[in-house]
């Protein structure tokens, strides 16, 4: 086996495992053979990122044992001795578990197989006309009848080729699986490439209609209503993900359907939970759990959209990507006689089939838990400063972070850097641009956990000097806005409560240690902090009844970040000109000045920040406090 063969494999992988139009969840797989190995894809290993040292060899001798070897007639007994055999069938060195359909590309006599499931494609092996069509449009290509995936459809498929091979004289180098997918073989990864591309552009000229996905306004009031509720009914009370989405062809699909493919019954689950307007939703879950074993992946909500559901919010946009790959075949099945379903006995041998049950739990694997796991958080003022710090801290430790910010394109460049992170533009002194942002984050994560009120001004100022404009904006950013963002904040939270009375929320006010004291010719901020705390207080009595936690941090001064330091508006600057620092000639003399005042010696830090935030999560017995993190500048009393 040469490099270069390996290589080009490697390649040929991460081009179509990228692409998805031909790849979702990381499905399909890819292999090349020489005369004693076969290197494929291991189960679960995603094509986009494969490497030419990830594939798993396979002794093809071995392999060849099973083609004659008798098996037990007890479906769960046979599959589990194929596997044992395939895995002995390993090279001595290999760990990794081999594709399912590993006996599929050994049968192929073709060097190099890319294994798919296009959705222009399967708009055809899943149409009632399919088995016509593909013996019009590819009289040379093999159809193999939808049948019971592993070794039953590897047999199907010998017998096929063997077929062909006795027919033509050759083997074939395409397949089309009714309900499955394609398999496109060559001997060069270049070959491959033009098969591909003659058999999409002559399946697209026939297509008359495609889906309509395009981005159409919803009540995003009553997205809002639902999705918190949902959300934590299909977690049992513990964090889970609701993903909203609507478009015109999800709202003129059926949504009575079951899975079209094997990889639709894996991510989106056999069944849909269908809701409409009066439906009561605990009911609805508890009932279709009751019925069918598993809690839904996709529920679609008549004349609104579809939430796609996941333990994770990996697993949700897994399971609402290929929703919406199940809605674009049946689209293009259309041009073909219509949409055919699996069969009800193959979509339970499915449901409950190991190996693909493997590879879901493989390809979706996540990191080990966190201290904010899956915590859905915005973080206002995310864009530079504390909140940026904080949300990149956040973020570390597992949570689903917002950067809301009015700086739209500098909270989009922190989202961009951040996992699982979105960026919201929101003016906190906006009641409708407040209400906005949360509706936009309950319909892309399905909730909310912790709100941290970061957003906050300062313009310091004596008494003589200061202006009403000034002040009134201070007041507006740092306490009218607190006030807005804990009303839609809490609503999300008391939807939650609702069905899960256990969980426990939070609401984080970034404060200040001018909240605890009184701020010389910084009055308009001191005094919003103050009013800051008295809110906290006041909304921890309110909520408390529902789970809901409300307290304030109190930070020192962040020296070292663009408040402080910026050199036309930074607080030292401002300072140093509103002569707050008596004798004070410089910048650098007001920094040290205010270094001088903490015992600790330094400036408060994001990381300082963040884990008071993390004790404020953790601990479930302490609401309404005003926690300073001030180095000993503040001490409690």
Known sequence: MSCANLSALAKMSNKYGSDSNFVLAGGGNTSFKDEKYLYIKGSGSPLATIQPDDFVVMDRAALATIWSKQYSDNTAVREAEVLADMMDARRKDQTRRPSVETMLHELLDWK???HVHPAVVNGITCAVNGAETVARLFPNAIWVPCTE??????????????????????CPNLIFLENHGVFFAADTTDDV????????????????????FTEIPYDADKVAAIAPVLRMLAGNGKAHSAIFC????????????????????????????????????????DAFRAANGYTPRIVYYRGL?????????????????????????????????????????LTNFIVNWEAESYRSKVSLADSVAKRLDKKVSIVTGAAQGFGLGIAEEMAREGAYVVIADMNYEGAQAVADRIPNAMAVAVN?????????????????????????????????????????????FVTAVN????????????????????????????????NSKSGLEGSNKNFAYAGSKFGGIGLTASFALELAPYNIKVNSICPGNFLNGP???????????????????????????????????????????????????????????????????TGGQIMLH
């Open 112 to 114: 190099f197989i890319l």
């Open 149 to 170: 995936p592993g070794y039953i459809l590897a047999m199907k498929c010998l017998e096929s080729v063997e077929s062909f091979k006795e027919k033509n004289g050759q």
């Open 193 to 212: 490439d033009v098969i591909v591309a003659e058999v999409i552009d002559r399946i697209k000229a026939e297509i008359s209609e495609e889906p309509d």
């Open 246 to 285: 609507t478009n015109p062809a999800i709202l003129s699909w059926n949504p009575c359907y079951s899975g079209v493919t094997p990889d639709h019954i894996v991510y989106c689950k056999a069944l849909t939970l269908v809701l409409s307007d009066g439906d009561d939703i605990a009911s609805a879950l």
């Open 305 to 345: 959209g579809v939430f796609a559901l996941g333990e994770t919010l990996h697993t949700a946009k897994t399971a609402l990507s290929l929703y919406l790959d199940e809605v674009s075949i049946s689209v293009y099945a259309k041009s073909f006689g219509g949409v055919s379903m699996m069969p009800a006995d």
């Open 428 to 472: 906190v002194t906006d009641e409708a641009s407040v209400k906005d942002m949360v509706n936009k984050v309950v319909a892309t994560y399905g909730g909310l956990d912790i709100f941290v009120n970061n957003a906050g001004i300062v313009k310091a100022g004596s008494l003589k000097e200061m202006q009403k404009g000034p002040f009134e």
């Open 479 to 510: 306490y009218t806005g607190y006030f807005l963002c804990a009303k839609y904040a809490s609503a999300v939270m008391q939807l939650q409560n609702s069905v899960a009375p256990n969980y426990m929320m939070d609401i984080i006010q970034i």
């Open 563 to 629: 408040l402080w330091s910026d050199p036309e508006k930074g607080l030292f600057v401002q300072y140093l000109r509103a002569g707050k620092v008596p004798g004070a000639k410089t910048v650098e003399d007001v920094r040290k000045f205010y270094e001088s005042k903490v015992p600790l010696g330094r400036g408060c830090e994001t990381i300082d920040v963040a884990r008071a935030i993390m004790y404020i999560v953790e601990q479930e017995y302490e609401t309404g406090q005003a926690i300073p993190v």
